[in-house]
Every structure is written in structure tokens, then in C-alpha cells.
């Protein structure tokens, strides 16, 4: 199979471009080269700006490829940008949405790629919605050969999935847990999440790749592991070894008293119980499954991310909000209880 990546060293793609590259894969990866000591060998770089088409279009002038994707379009823009480069140079295209993109809030918990699209509360949801239209769109009138991939939390060894964290990532939190300060979770703490290590949503993707039956079809690649976020956080205190402290906040107070995007992350989002109905993939994927239980995932996350002391990005900002979170429900209790 060949193969080109927009993107292709991400947390979604990474775990791909090296799954691939063991299978033999002829893989291309386009990208501005700022991260290409981390590709394994035998894949090709395409050293561009995806965003320079006269030069993109140059560097592909010869060559075609069994499959397109692209893991860093956002809005609708993008792809067109991509159909005008792509749409005579591969046999199948695929576009990484989102499960953000669903009916928020659900009219049924369990989400299936039939639940509508919706979510007024976050724009980037909103904007993946958009570029599932225009491209089912091609599909339709121009026998463009789209599939579309929807992906929920998907984590790799790199960063800590939370639910409430600041600007420059999860290491704030996890140093919060370490020094047994209080750390917030979102709501009571018992919606249900998923959590997809990246491995294997790797094999989910890999299995559409090249597959006639993935054509003209949107297609969840989550695990079927639910957990409430309660479980999630106490999975993490339990990988660093320590006692979780943690203070429930209701997602609207805490939209309203910071500048993170609360608004689309949690109430667009991480706020929602969701539970993913496989069933679609598992038909075109046979052999798919999710074996890396949230707990296993987490012990190789933390242990990975305490031996990079590269990946511990300080955020002193968040660490000193969330001190204000938990002493203004100090004062809530306080004054309530007169």
C-alpha cells in the first residue's frame, strides 16, 4: 500500500505512521519537518507547509497514492484546498473529524454514527461538522472517495488525558496529584467517558485503510471501555503512587470563572456522559478490538512522562487558578453554612 499523511506525528497518528511502517508500508508523511527525527525509518518526508499548495502540488506532481489522509484539517477551507490537490491522485481520502461532532446534549447516551450532528457549544465541533458536509458533498456529486473517521479521546505516552487541565497540557495536574494538592474534576465526577490509547485506534484506522466497504462512510474507532471520570482520575493518583484530593466543580462555574475554553471542552464535550457503539467498525474491521484497559494505558503513560522530564511543561497560571477554584468552594461552604 502507499500512503501519504498530512500530519502523520501526532497523538492520533504517530501510533499509525509506526504501525504502518512495521507492516512495510511505502508511507509518505507532508509536514513543515519540525518533527521528523521521531518517524521510523523507511518512511519519506515531504518537507512542506501544507498551507503552500503552489509547493505542496509540486512535490506530488508524480506521484499517486492508494490513500490520502489528513489529521490537521479544521475547517472546510482546508479541504477544498485538498480536493483541489488530491482528488485525481488518490483512491481513497480520509478526514479525521471528531465525536465532539455530535448531538450535544444527547438525546440517547449511546452514540452510534447515525446520532445527529450538533454541538452549539463548541465552534471547533462545529467546523468538523462543516467539513463532513463539504466533503460528503464531493462524494455524492463527484465520486470523491471519502471516508470519515471519528475518533473520541484517543491518548498516547506523551500527555495525561483530563478533563480540566490549562493551556500547556496535563503535567500541571499530575504535579497538583504529587504534591497532594487539591485537583479539580469537572461536575460530581460520575458521567461516563472513553478513553482510546492510540495503538488501538491505530488498528481500527489501519484496518479502514484500503477498504472498499469504508467508501462514502463516517466511522467511530474508540474502545468499549467506559469509566466515569471519578475512575479516571483515581487511575492516574494510583500511577503516580499517590492519594487523589480532588474537588468537584460544576462545569458552567467553572466556564464562567476562567479563560479556558470550558465553554466547548467541557460543556461541548468532556461534560457529557458518551458511550460509542462500535458495531459499525467491528464490520469492517473484523479483528478489531481495543485491548489496552484505561488503567494500563496509564501506568505506561505516567511512567513515560516522569522518565521526560521534556514532556513536564510547567503551567503556573492553571496551578494558581485552580488554587482560587478550590479556595472560592471553601468560602461557598463557608458562607452557606453561616
Same mark, same amino acid.
Given at each position: 500500500?502507499?500512503?501519504?499523511?498530512?500530519?502523520?506525528?501526532?497523538?492520533?497518528?504517530?501510533?499509525?505512521?509506526?504501525?504502518?511502517?512495521?507492516?512495510?508500508?511505502?508511507?509518505?508523511?507532508?509536514?513543515?519537518?519540525?518533527?521528523?527525527?521521531?518517524?521510523?525509518?523507511?518512511?519519506?518526508?515531504?518537507?512542506?507547509?501544507?498551507?503552500?499548495?503552489?509547493?505542496?502540488?509540486?512535490?506530488?506532481?508524480?506521484?499517486?497514492?492508494?490513500?490520502?489522509?489528513?489529521?490537521?484539517?479544521?475547517?472546510?477551507?482546508?479541504?477544498?484546498?485538498?480536493?483541489?490537490?488530491?482528488?485525481?491522485?488518490?483512491?481513497?481520502?480520509?478526514?479525521?473529524?471528531?465525536?465532539?461532532?455530535?448531538?450535544?446534549?444527547?438525546?440517547?447516551?449511546?452514540?452510534?454514527?447515525?446520532?445527529?450532528?450538533?454541538?452549539?457549544?463548541?465552534?471547533?465541533?462545529?467546523?468538523?461538522?462543516?467539513?463532513?458536509?463539504?466533503?460528503?458533498?464531493?462524494?455524492?456529486?463527484?465520486?470523491?472517495?471519502?471516508?470519515?473517521?471519528?475518533?473520541?479521546?484517543?491518548?498516547?505516552?506523551?500527555?495525561?488525558?483530563?478533563?480540566?487541565?490549562?493551556?500547556?497540557?496535563?503535567?500541571?495536574?499530575?504535579?497538583?496529584?504529587?504534591?497532594?494538592?487539591?485537583?479539580?474534576?469537572?461536575?460530581?465526577?460520575?458521567?461516563?467517558?472513553?478513553?482510546?490509547?492510540?495503538?488501538?485506534?491505530?488498528?481500527?484506522?489501519?484496518?479502514?485503510?484500503?477498504?472498499?466497504?469504508?467508501?462514502?462512510?463516517?466511522?467511530?474507532?474508540?474502545?468499549?471501555?467506559?469509566?466515569?471520570?471519578?475512575?479516571?482520575?483515581?487511575?492516574?493518583?494510583?500511577?503516580?503512587?499517590?492519594?487523589?484530593?480532588?474537588?468537584?466543580?460544576?462545569?458552567?462555574?467553572?466556564?464562567?470563572?476562567?479563560?479556558?475554553?470550558?465553554?466547548?471542552?467541557?460543556?461541548?464535550?468532556?461534560?457529557?456522559?458518551?458511550?460509542?457503539?462500535?458495531?459499525?467498525?467491528?464490520?469492517?474491521?473484523?479483528?478489531?478490538?481495543?485491548?489496552?484497559?484505561?488503567?494500563?494505558?496509564?501506568?505506561?503513560? *505516567?511512567?513515560?512522562?516522569?522518565?521526560?522530564?521534556?514532556?513536564?511543561?510547567?503551567?503556573?497560571?492553571?496551578?494558581?487558578?485552580?488554587?482560587? *477554584?478550590?479556595?472560592?468552594?471553601?468560602?461557598?461552604?463557608?458562607?452557606?453554612?453561616?
Amino acid at each position: 500500500m502507499k500512503a501519504l499523511f498530512i500530519g502523520g506525528t501526532g497523538t492520533i497518528s504517530n501510533a499509525i505512521t509506526r504501525q504502518l511502517a512495521e507492516q512495510g508500508c511505502e508511507l509518505y508523511v507532508l509536514n513543515r519537518g519540525n518533527r521528523k527525527e521521531g518517524l521510523p525509518d523507511g518512511v519519506r518526508v515531504l518537507e512542506a507547509d501544507i498551507k503552500d499548495e503552489a509547493r505542496v502540488a509540486e512535490l506530488v506532481a508524480d506521484l499517486k497514492f492508494d490513500v490520502v489522509a489528513d489529521f490537521i484539517a479544521f475547517v472546510p477551507e482546508h479541504l477544498e484546498r485538498d480536493y483541489r490537490l488530491f482528488a485525481d491522485k488518490t483512491k481513497q481520502f480520509i478526514f479525521i473529524s471528531s465525536a465532539s461532532a455530535y448531538q450535544t446534549p444527547l438525546s440517547d447516551y449511546r452514540i452510534t454514527e447515525g446520532t445527529p450532528l450538533s454541538n452549539p457549544y463548541w465552534e471547533y465541533s462545529r467546523n468538523k461538522i462543516a467539513c463532513e458536509d463539504y466533503l460528503m458533498r464531493q462524494y455524492r456529486e463527484q465520486g470523491f472517495p471519502v471516508t470519515i473517521v471519528r475518533p473520541s479521546h484517543t491518548y498516547d505516552e506523551r500527555s495525561i488525558p483530563l478533563g480540566v487541565h490549562g493551556a500547556r497540557g496535563s503535567w500541571s495536574v499530575a504535579k497538583r496529584m504529587l504534591a497532594g494538592k487539591p485537583v479539580i474534576i469537572h461536575g460530581d465526577g460520575t458521567s461516563l467517558w472513553t478513553m482510546t490509547h492510540s495503538r488501538d485506534f491505530a488498528k481500527g484506522f489501519i484496518g479502514l485503510m484500503g477498504n472498499i466497504h469504508a467508501i462514502g462512510e463516517a466511522v467511530n474507532i474508540t474502545s468499549d471501555e467506559s469509566v466515569t471520570w471519578n475512575q479516571i482520575y483515581s487511575i492516574i493518583a494510583d500511577a503516580l503512587g499517590v492519594e487523589l484530593e480532588a474537588i468537584h466543580v460544576s462545569s458552567s462555574f467553572l466556564d464562567a470563572c476562567s479563560d479556558y475554553d470550558f465553554r466547548g471542552g467541557l460543556l461541548g464535550d468532556k461534560a457529557n456522559t458518551v458511550v460509542f457503539d462500535n458495531a459499525k467498525l467491528k464490520r469492517l474491521v473484523p479483528d478489531f478490538v481495543a485491548t489496552t484497559r484505561l488503567d494500563q494505558g496509564m501506568r505506561e503513560t *505516567v511512567a513515560h512522562i516522569l522518565a521526560h522530564p521534556e514532556l513536564q511543561q510547567e503551567d503556573p497560571d492553571f496551578d494558581q487558578w485552580c488554587d482560587r *477554584v478550590a479556595q472560592a468552594m471553601e468560602t461557598a461552604v463557608r458562607l452557606v453554612r453561616g
